[in-house]
């Protein structure tokens, strides 16, 4: 069964930092491009970061580049998406996704369930 779950989310504080954790199984990740997306309350799904199939390539949301990193490791399907200076705005369920393509594209196969990620105060 394919199974994508994310874990690290959390409250935090502006500025501060968060890193998502996409545990990945049922298919092999070296085939597949992941991302990462998240949902604020009242907004659409918004694609935030993704890996390709390999590795080789990341691309960044122009709202998220300089401050969010998305990374992968494939030994041990995991990918990872480390969340620094974050905003009142970074707020929403953050969601990571796979499809069997080198490059991020939609609609992604497979998704996970979502980690909530609350910055405030």
């Known amino acids: 069964q394919v199974q994508l779950v994310e874990s690290g989310g959390g409250s935090v504080l502006p500025g501060g930092s968060l890193t998502l954790s996409c545990a990945i199984s049922?298919?092999?990740?070296?085939?597949?491009?992941i991302g990462w997306f998240r949902q604020a309350d009242g907004k659409e799904r918004e694609g935030i970061a993704c890996v390709s199939n390999l590795g080789g390539s990341t691309f960044h949301a122009a709202s998220v580049k300089g401050r969010f990193t998305i990374s992968r490791d494939a030994a041990k399907k995991m990918v990872y998406l480390q969340m620094n200076s974050l905003k009142l705005e970074d707020s929403g369920v953050y969601y990571c996704?796979?499809?069997?393509?080198?490059?991020?594209?939609?609609?992604?196969?497979?998704w996970g369930k979502g980690t909530l990620v609350t910055v405030s105060s």
């Open positions: 049922g298919f092999p990740l070296e085939n597949y491009a």
């Open positions: 996704a796979g499809v069997q393509l080198s490059g991020c594209r939609l609609p992604m196969d497979y």
